[in-house]
């Protein structure tokens, strides 16, 4: 019998033991020095733990809990720590060196030990500190390929596609996105949004009230719900990802699910954007530039792997008909400009904001990047069909700086 044979939210004392009963056989831990804490950045729904000793060893331990972190009246199934277990390890294989490994993954106390990061930063930290990568445009894109189009039917078997389908789905976690990324932003319909009041006026007229852009929002909800493209990670904003020079790793996987490739590189322009936001308010020229240089090679450097890859990959005999690469990939484009628009709104006005953009402590320069993230997000929405290289995500977002400002 073990403390660890049932199910309970552990604190840091039991994250020690628990560390030593599930790795001991592999790992010879100093069991005079281990400690534990809780890295400062955590997300909005787990229980995360750096546990270490004086010998070297080091690793992330981290547990669902019963009610998000974010708000107690909110759940989400406890096996979602099992299912974010299984895609990292998946995705690991298919993007290697680009995601942290895990060592186990327990169904009973919904837990899993991970390889420790803390070398490297949380990369919405990093972009507070006005950091540049040179590696991340490169390595997000390479991520993005590879797990992407890999789990496409243009590659994937389709059997073996469908049972992944089947397999790879949390309709909690679904439900959230739907509710919190794919119509809060639109009608505050559960009362929970987090308006910044300054800011009240000019979000009712552009956002609750254009009834054009809520039927854009709705079909793009809609294709969430039914296309289910490629397994992506579901949550791919800069909390979600570990940074060093040379070294970018994707974590936090537990939203994945199938569903259109845009999503994922999307949510990254779209969290760029808040870096560029709060590079802005602090008078961070070149940072701002760097930012603006990476969106423009996320998506330039997906484009061009992507016709590599997809060259070298392709198994399905009908996506081989001269036209369906360059078709395929239009659909890619125009559901990144889509998504990147609902990610954009839904951290700006929904439940879970980005602190590049609540940190900002100045109202004018706040209400701007607020403003900068709502109209950039509606133009992405609005013409989604105008998105087909990287100038065009970049030249969005210095032209919806401009039209802000004017509205100050
Ligand atoms: C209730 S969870 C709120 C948000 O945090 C996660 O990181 C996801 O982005 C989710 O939408
Ligand atoms: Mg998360």
Request: proline share 2%; aromatic share 10%; glycine share 4%.
């Amino acid at each position: 019998m073990s403390k660890f044979d049932k199910y309970f939210l552990m604190d840091i004392d039991d994250v020690i033991a628990y560390t030593l009963e599930k790795t001991q056989d592999k790992v010879d831990w100093d069991k005079d020095t281990m400690e534990a804490l809780v890295p400062k950045e955590h997300g909005n729904l787990n229980y995360v733990y750096r546990v270490w000793d004086d010998k070297g060893h080091s690793i992330y331990i981290k547990q669902a809990g019963l009610e998000t972190r974010i708000s107690p009246d909110m759940t989400a199934s406890l096996d979602r720590n099992k299912l974010e277990s299984e895609i990292m390890l998946l995705e690991e294989k298919m993007a290697p060196g680009m995601v942290p490994h895990i060592y186990f993954y327990d169904t009973v106390m919904s837990a899993c030990g991970m390889e420790d990061c803390s070398d490297h930063l949380v990369m919405r930290n990093a972009m507070q500190e006005h950091k540049t990568y040179d590696q991340f445009a490169d390595d997000i894109s390479t991520f993005l390929v590879n797990t992407l189009l890999m789990t496409s039917d243009v590659v994937m078997d389709h059997k073996e596609k469908r049972k992944l389908v089947k397999n790879f789905t949390s309709p909690d976690l679904c439900d959230i996105t739907e509710k919190l990324v794919l119509m809060e932003p639109y009608n505050d319909i559960n009362k929970r949004n987090n308006i910044y009041e300054p800011n009240r006026a000019f979000i009712e007229k552009e956002l609750y009230n254009d009834e054009a852009l809520k039927l854009e929002v709705a079909k793009l909800k809609f294709k969430f719900m039914t296309d289910y493209q490629a397994l992506t990670h579901g949550d791919l904003h800069t909390g979600s990802i570990f940074i060093k020079d040379g070294s970018t790793k994707v974590f936090d996987s537990e939203f994945g699910t199938f569903m259109p490739m845009g999503y994922d590189i999307g949510n990254v322009v779209a969290n760029m954007i808040f870096a560029y936001d709060n590079g802005l308010a602090h008078g961070k020229d070149e940072f701002c530039e760097w930012v603006l240089q990476a969106i423009e090679d996320v998506i330039d450097l997906f484009i061009k792997k992507y016709n590599v890859k997809f060259d070298e990959e392709v198994t399905e005999p009908m996506a081989k008909v001269p036209g369906f690469k360059e078709w395929y990939l239009d659909g890619i484009l125009k559901d990144t400009a889509g998504y990147a628009g609902t990610e954009l709104h839904r951290r700006t006005v929904g439940m879970a904001n980005v602190t590049d953009v609540t940190r900002i402590e100045d109202e004018k320069k706040r209400l701007l990047a607020e403003r900068i993230n709502i109209i950039a997000g509606k133009d992405y929405i609005m013409h989604q069909d105008a998105f087909k290289d990287g100038k065009a995500f970049k030249e969005a977002v210095v032209k919806a700086h401009e039209e802000a400002l004017k509205t100050l």
